[in-house]
């Protein structure tokens, strides 16, 4: 079902209440999703992204059902992962000679994917396209998070299309932020941020200055993933900007493994103790092979300290423990201090292979690994609850 959103622009993207994972099984959509794409009808009417692939012959169809495809003008491609272009050749099939504006990067994207010789017309930051009583400015947004990454500024609308910026991976048919429940809204919004976009933090922070220094009216944000900012718009862009700053709130995370719930005991005992020494920090404890793997990011991107564990297995940690400090390492989280921790039968490496990837990942280790050979007697339980109160008391130093 298509929605109109002003006069000029209507929605004919596409709700997936099914999608469970992303980008393979990188990124968990516990919510769904939604691949907005966006008919824009002045004296020119474009269409602003397509769907994903899977999508492609409903989306088409649909849109025949609006329009005459002939009559659409010019595609604007804002980023062109397949999430957004998949359904570009089944369209152009129907309309070959349609112009597609997409950034030069974005040109060479569509055609590593799609091996076409399309109608491609390059811009840049600053180009524009008239479609009569409005204008379609271009803002080259690279990084955020591809490098082909455009927003279009449309004038007169005042609406801003930000493709993956301000988006959220939530299915919903409310379409706005003033109709969905907004605990859900911000939880996804900010999981979205943390396990996508963190790690080009510098560049989000450049750009919304980029953005806010043109001084113009902004009414809305329509991402092509989740709702649609009408309701204060501006409010994403400044959780952005907080976001973007090495975030993180009162909050110390433990994440870990267990064989025979040796580490798991351990992990509860230091929790017990960094309650003792702060009983305002909020704790959390996560087992990294049962907690989401992206909800155990976003738990970390929120903390300003986190605790890793794991057992000693070959030699080393266990592999969802290994998954977690890679996913970390890769985030680039900035200025969060960590520890290491771990049970042990007869050798006991794990704790200071932890330590070294947590350093690796740009983590800064603030206490000497803490070992329990065996399963947790009294005065070890005793030894990890007077952890975490010395954990706490490093951290305020």
Same mark, same amino acid.
């Given at each position: 079902?298509?929605?109109?959103?002003?006069?000029?622009?209507?929605?004919?993207?596409?709700?997936?209440?099914?999608?469970?994972?992303?980008?393979?099984?990188?990124?968990?959509?516990?919510?769904?999703?939604?691949?907005?794409?966006?008919?824009?009808?002045?004296?020119?009417?474009?269409?602003?992204?397509?769907?994903?692939?899977?999508?492609?012959?409903?989306?088409?169809?649909?849109?025949?059902?609006?329009?005459?495809?002939?009559?659409?003008?010019?595609?604007?491609?804002?980023?062109?992962?397949?999430?957004?272009?998949?359904?570009?050749?089944?369209?152009?099939?129907?309309?070959?000679?349609?112009?597609?504006?997409?950034? *030069?990067?974005?040109?060479?994207?569509?055609?590593?994917?799609?091996?076409?010789?399309?109608?491609?017309?390059?811009?840049?930051?600053? &180009?524009?396209?008239?479609?009569?009583?409005?204008?379609?400015?271009?803002?080259?947004?690279?990084?955020?998070?591809?490098?082909?990454?455009?927003?279009?500024?449309?004038?007169?609308?005042?609406?801003?299309?930000?493709?993956?910026?301000?988006?959220?991976?939530?299915?919903?048919?409310?379409?706005?932020?003033?109709?969905?429940?907004?605990?859900?809204?911000?939880?996804?919004?900010?999981?979205?941020?943390?396990?996508?976009?963190?790690?080009?933090?510098?560049?989000?922070?450049?750009?919304?200055?980029?953005?806010? &220094?043109?001084?113009?009216?902004?009414?809305?944000?329509?991402?092509?993933?989740?709702?649609?900012?009408? %309701?204060?718009?501006?409010?994403?862009?400044?959780?952005?900007?907080?976001?973007?700053?090495?975030?993180?709130? %009162?909050?110390?995370?433990?994440?870990?493994?267990?064989?025979?719930?040796?580490?798991?005991?351990?992990?509860?005992?230091?929790?017990?103790?960094?309650?003792?020494?702060?009983?305002?920090?909020?704790?959390?404890?996560? %087992?990294?092979? *049962?907690?989401?793997?992206?909800?155990?990011?976003?738990?970390?991107?929120?903390?300003?300290?986190?605790?890793?564990?794991?057992?000693?297995?070959?030699?080393?940690?266990?592999?969802?423990?290994?998954?977690?400090?890679?996913?970390?390492?890769?985030?680039?989280?900035?200025? *969060?201090?960590?520890?290491?921790?771990?049970?042990?039968?007869?050798?006991?490496?794990?704790?200071?292979?932890?330590?070294?990837?947590?350093?690796?990942?740009?983590?800064?280790?603030?206490?000497?690994?803490? *070992?329990?050979?065996?399963?947790?007697?009294?005065?070890?339980?005793?030894?990890?609850?007077?952890?975490?109160?010395?954990?706490?008391?490093?951290?305020?130093?």
């Amino acid at each position: 079902m298509v929605k109109r959103i002003t006069n000029k622009v209507t929605w004919v993207g596409k709700v997936d209440w099914e999608l469970v994972y992303f980008h393979g099984k990188e990124y968990s959509t516990d919510k769904g999703s939604s691949y907005n794409s966006y008919l824009i009808r002045d004296k020119k009417t474009v269409l602003m992204d397509t769907v994903w692939g899977p999508y492609d012959r409903e989306f088409v169809e649909r849109l025949k059902e609006e329009i005459d495809l002939k009559d659409i003008d010019y595609i604007v491609m804002n980023h062109n992962e397949s999430d957004h272009s998949g359904a570009l050749p089944l369209l152009m099939a129907e309309i070959p000679d349609t112009p597609i504006y997409c950034t *030069k990067k974005g040109e060479a994207i569509i055609r590593g994917h799609y091996h076409q010789d399309w109608n491609f017309v390059t811009v840049k930051t600053g &180009d524009t396209l008239d479609l009569g009583d409005s204008k379609l400015v271009f803002i080259e947004a690279p990084m955020l998070h591809w490098p082909d990454t455009m927003f279009t500024y449309m004038t007169g609308e005042e609406i801003l299309f930000s493709n993956d910026g301000f988006g959220q991976h939530f299915a919903s048919e409310s379409l706005y932020n003033d109709k969905v429940d907004q605990g859900e809204l911000f939880h996804e919004a900010m999981k979205y941020y943390a396990n996508i976009l963190n790690l080009y933090s510098p560049m989000v922070t450049r750009k919304i200055k980029e953005i806010l &220094d043109m001084n113009v009216p902004v009414k809305m944000i329509c991402p092509s993933h989740g709702v649609i900012w009408r %309701n204060n718009p501006l409010e994403i862009v400044e959780m952005y900007q907080k976001w973007a700053d090495a975030y993180q709130e %009162n909050q110390i995370t433990l994440i870990y493994d267990t064989m025979w719930n040796s580490t798991r005991r351990m992990a509860e005992c230091i929790a017990a103790g960094i309650r003792e020494a702060d009983p305002t920090v909020t704790v959390k404890l996560m %087992n990294s092979s *049962k907690a989401d793997k992206n909800d155990i990011c976003t738990e970390v991107f929120k903390s300003k300290a986190v605790l890793v564990g794991s057992p000693t297995v070959n030699y080393g940690f266990m592999y969802s423990i290994g998954g977690i400090l890679e996913m970390l390492k890769g985030l680039k989280f900035k200025n *969060k201090k960590a520890a290491a921790f771990g049970s042990y039968g007869w050798t006991g490496e794990s704790p200071k292979q932890i330590h070294e990837h947590l350093e690796a990942g740009g983590f800064r280790v603030i206490a000497d690994d803490l *070992k329990v050979m065996w399963v947790p007697d009294e005065e070890s339980r005793k030894l990890c609850i007077q952890f975490g109160r010395d954990f706490v008391k490093s951290l305020e130093q």
